[in-house]
């Protein structure tokens, strides 16, 4: 990896892994102190069942449709739908076909038990409030913890046309761009962005 791809990296530019009999073919583009970002590309059919080990795991659907099968039950995916994978928990995906069904998933070192009371697997972006970050910034949340997860967010940002000021976050962030294009400054770089780029943020990172 480049320097700049410490920051950016288009998921195309990851060489895919695929193991026999599984219907899933994966990127990991990301692999940091305290979160995990893999791009999966599932064809149609049934994957292989995934056993999450001892972090959470959080799922976003950038395309296509099909079945998250987590601990024998069935929830419906589709674009915008985002899942949480609690610790210990086995997972699949049935994509009925006859496009590929692409899904965002990062895992996240879990420090907390999770919430059982508030627990939600699936969350669809449509069903969510929009929140006001700035003039030009939107956002919702996917998984939180109003969805029993206390250690990590999962959240969709628009951004309209604009260029924020150089700013940080205390916390570390990795993201995924669904559509279109700007251009990301950081780390005394400037990266286009386009869809596929994945992006790291470390804490306190201009």
């Given amino acids: 990896m480049s320097a700049v791809s410490n920051f950016v990296v288009a998921e195309a530019d990851v060489e895919p892994v695929r193991e026999d009999g599984d219907t ?35 799922l976003y659907v950038v395309s296509g449709s099909g079945t998250l099968e987590l601990d024998g039950d069935r929830h419906p995916l589709e674009p915008g739908t985002g899942a949480f994978v609690a610790p210990g928990e086995s997972w699949a995906v049935d994509n009925p076909g006859p496009e590929e069904l692409l899904l965002v998933a990062v895992s996240a070192t879990a420090d ?6 508030r627990r939600k697997k699936t969350i669809r972006f449509d069903d969510q409030p929009e929140h006001t970050a700035s003039v030009e910034r939107t956002f919702r949340y996917l998984i939180n913890e109003d969805a029993g997860c206390l250690d990590v967010t999962q959240f969709v940002g628009i951004v309209q046309p604009s260029k924020a000021p150089f700013h ?39």
Avoid: M, W
């Avoid at 583009?29 to 795991?57: I, K, M, Y």
């Avoid at 990795?174 to 770089?189: M, S, T």
């Fill in 24 to 58: 899933a073919s994966e990127r990991l583009t990301f692999e940091a102190e305290h979160l995990e970002q893999r791009v999966t590309r599932f064809a149609p059919g049934r994957s292989r069942d995934r056993t999450n080990g001892s972090s959470h795991e959080l």
């Fill in 112 to 117: 907390l038990q999770v919430d059982a009371g």
């Fill in 168 to 206: 940080s976050h205390p916390y570390e962030e990795l993201g995924y761009i669904v559509k279109g294009e700007g251009v990301a400054h950081v780390g005394g770089a400037s990266v286009p962005l386009k869809p596929g780029s994945c992006f790291h943020l470390p804490p306190e990172k201009v």
